[in-house]
């Protein structure tokens, strides 16, 4: 009976071990399947089912991103400025950033005794904080619909008047219509003129009718210019001088980094007006040039 004894007691502590280590073991899995992608194995909790990161991880220095030869053509130097001067006004001046890895932008301003000019140059990378449903290009298109819908674009499409042009809605009335061989057609319907005169390409152009075409090129949106892209145009009203300026504006995203490219003319003379062509090809132009840089 004592060997029996000491038999039992032998096996209790060894069991009392067993059961110990297997408690230890199972706590160890349990608390390691929380931390780190272990748990990926687990349905629904895969990482590659979640949304890709975008392109870019950083953005370029915004001073020297821009393309100097052109920042030199937006901004004309004062005549007599200074060798020191002339290079601070080229250098631009860099906006203050909490984060250069998510937002960053520069800024030049050039004066002459005609007009004040300002350029600014500003570059966002957009991250998305859900990556299990938005990628960071998703919602960098959030954010672009965003700036979009706050420029009040208006809707793009072919105008209606030069349908109903070529339609015969007038040649039904009109005696002339049927005879296209008859010049002398087109002089009976403007009263007071000679044939010679109504005839004669100038006269098709004269400042009567050159408002008809829109000396105005607008805000709109733009094609060939990143992933997608717009342009806002906008002109002062005029003061007291009667001189208006002029801003444009252009946005476009690539992947997950949307550039703003700002470019403002603002005369000092009376009675001048920036045109919109050449304010916005410069400034379509650098937008072009950063849109490059991006794709290097």
Do not use: H
């Not at 703003?260 to 400034?283: H, K, W």
């Amino acid at each position: 009976m004592q060997r029996k004894t000491v038999r039992v007691r032998g096996v209790l502590p060894a069991i009392a071990m067993l059961t110990a280590l297997a408690a230890g073991l199972t706590a160890c899995t349990d608390g390691g399947a929380g931390i780190g992608t272990d748990s990926d194995a687990k349905p629904g909790a895969n990482a590659g089912t979640g949304a890709q990161p975008g392109k870019y991880r950083s953005l370029p220095m915004p001073c020297k991103a821009a393309d100097p030869k052109k920042v030199k053509a937006m901004l004309p130097a004062a005549d007599g400025l200074a060798p020191e001067a002339l290079e601070a006004l080229y250098a631009g001046v860099a906006d203050a950033s909490y984060d250069a890895d998510r937002r960053v932008g520069c800024r030049w301003t050039s004066q002459t005794p005609a007009e004040t000019r300002l350029l600014s140059v500003g570059f966002e990378r957009v991250v998305s904080y859900d990556r299990a449903t938005t990628s960071d290009d998703d919602k960098a298109r959030q954010v672009y619909g965003r700036k979009l819908t706050a420029a009040n674009l208006p809707i793009p499409g072919p105008s209606a008047s030069p349908t109903p042009t070529p339609s015969g809605s007038g040649s039904g009335s009109g005696s002339g219509a049927p005879t296209p061989g008859a010049p002398g057609a087109t002089p009976s319907t403007s009263a007071g003129t000679s044939p010679g005169a109504s005839t004669s390409p100038g006269a098709s152009a004269s400042p009567s009718t050159s408002p008809s075409a829109p000396p105005e090129l607008g805000s709109r949106a733009l094609e060939g210019l990143g992933d997608e892209a717009f342009l806002e145009d906008k002109l002062a009203a005029a003061g007291a001088t009667a001189a208006q300026a002029r801003t444009v504006r252009i946005v476009f995203r690539t992947s997950n980094v949307i550039v703003t490219v700002e470019y403002s003319i603002q005369p000092a003379l009376p009675g001048t007006v920036p045109p919109s062509g050449e304010t916005q090809d410069r400034a379509r132009q650098l937008a072009q040039a950063l849109v490059e840089r991006f794709d290097d």
